[in-house]
């Protein structure tokens, strides 16, 4: 199985911060990446697919970069609704796969 | 807009089979667009893709699961149902019931989860 990595596994950032969440997959998996944010007690919710498209609804200060086994999710200016657990996801191969979450706390 | 909603039992004996139902209201799990899946999350932990079923009744299965995993779709019912058998402890998590695309593949909606604690 292909393997997502995470980090950091948790970080506290202010408000109108800039913030960068990397997720590296044990071998290339193209662009087929999804970034969800998690929030305590409730389901994930789809923020960026195929590595860099946002989904729609989705605020554009989320954005999604990377390919082949490197990727990143950068929150341009952190707001308090931004709290959460963030995962990334590889749809390349099956099973399919989840890194282990980045918990982001707001300062 | 599309809703999914899991039920089941809250709690299952050790050595006994998970039961599980996700019931789709405002779209159809006969569509060939998506897949329809199911996920867990141990309390605390991380998510666990367990498999998925298409409309036409082909399944794909984690490996870890795979001898104790059954996924099935009811057309009729517009439901799509998980069965684990022969659970312990370690089965106990929230369960959720997610829509992947096909094209591209994302889970676009989850259902609000369902806590099954695996205990005697």
């Known amino acids: 199985a292909i393997q997502m990595t995470q980090s950091p596994s948790s970080l506290s950032a202010s408000v109108g911060d800039r913030v960068t969440i990397t997720c590296r997959a044990s071998q290339g998996i193209r662009n087929d990446l999804g970034w969800y944010q998690q929030k305590p007690g409730k389901a994930p919710k789809v923020l960026i697919y195929?590595?860099?498209s946002l989904q729609s609804g989705v605020p554009s200060r989320f954005s999604g970069s990377g390919s082949g086994t490197d990727f990143t999710l950068t929150i341009s200016s952190l707001q308090p609704e931004d709290f959460g657990t963030y995962y990334c996801?590889?749809?390349?191969?099956?099973?399919?796969?989840f890194g282990g979450g980045t918990k982001v706390e707001i300062k | 807009q599309l809703q999914l909603q899991e039920s089941g039992p809250g709690l299952v004996q050790p050595s006994e089979t998970l039961s599980l139902t996700c019931t789709v209201s405002g779209g159809s799990v006969s569509s060939a667009s998506y897949y329809w899946t199911w996920i867990r999350q141990p309390p605390g932990k991380g998510l666990e893709w367990i498999g998925h079923?298409?409309?036409?009744?082909?399944?794909k299965y984690n490996p870890s699961l795979k001898s104790r995993v059954t996924i099935s779709v009811d057309t009729s019912k517009n439901q799509f149902s998980l069965k684990l058998s022969s659970v312990t402890a370690a089965d106990t998590a929230v369960y959720y019931c997610?829509?992947?695309?096909?094209?591209?593949?994302?889970?676009?909606?989850w259902g609000q989860g369902i806590l099954v604690a695996v205990s005697s």
């Open positions: 195929v590595a860099s």
């Open positions: 079923i298409y409309y036409s009744g082909s399944t």
């Open positions: 997610a829509r992947r695309v096909t094209r591209p593949e994302f889970f676009d909606y």
């Open positions: 996801q590889q749809d390349y191969d099956y099973p399919l796969t």
